[in-house]
């Protein structure tokens, strides 16, 4: 992939405890789209230090307050600074950077608000079982609380028009922003699509990941949160 300038989109990179990582995925992002922020969520490794090494703006919590979170402060920033596309990344290696510009295509050709990428519909996600049923009964539970049709819920990697990510709010600091994030759509009647997107699950990947159990409280977190509203 040649290097293209798009000053209109930045890329947000939420991170906690990811030096091992974020610097690789920095800097693979950063050869295509040269607007990178990570949002260093706490960390007490060097994934501030990997991250501005490799090119990206840092941005930096003194505490671990959650994905959310962190998700909220980059692209608060990234709307302040001027971007016309923000996309979301996760910062542990399982997204791919190719996947970026079908995921930007129907935002700059007018045809949605919000792209959402769906490893179920990419055959190449080597999702593990367990993990795949847990996200399965996510979806039910995202059609019938929200109302939105997806095949894919707790995706980190989206797009948002500038229009659209300066409208859905997101007020779940933890994990369950991601539900909140598809409520939101369906309440603002934002126009989104799915694409295919493939997650690579490597060992660390693996384990650095959500507990299933975690499915629990973001449930509860999310209805909680939806009662509030």
Known sequence: MKPTSQ???CVVIPAFNEG???GNVVGK???VYPHVVVVDDGSNDDTALQSRAAGAVVLSHILNRGQGAALKTGIDYALGAGAQIVVTFDSDGQHQVEDI???IAPILGGAADVALGSRFRSPESNVPPLRKFIL????VFTRLVSRIHVTDTHNGLRAFSRDAASRIEIRQDR????SEILDEIGRLKLRYCEVPVRVVYSDYAVK???RSSAAFRIIWDFLIGKWER
């Open 101 to 103: 510009a079908p995921m």
């Open 175 to 178: 994990m369950a922003h991601a």
């Open 29 to 31: 992002v950063k050869e």
């Open 136 to 139: 399965k009964c996510g979806i």
């Open 20 to 22: 091992r990582s974020v």
């Open 7 to 9: 000053p209109s989109l």
């Open 208 to 210: 650095k990941g959500q």
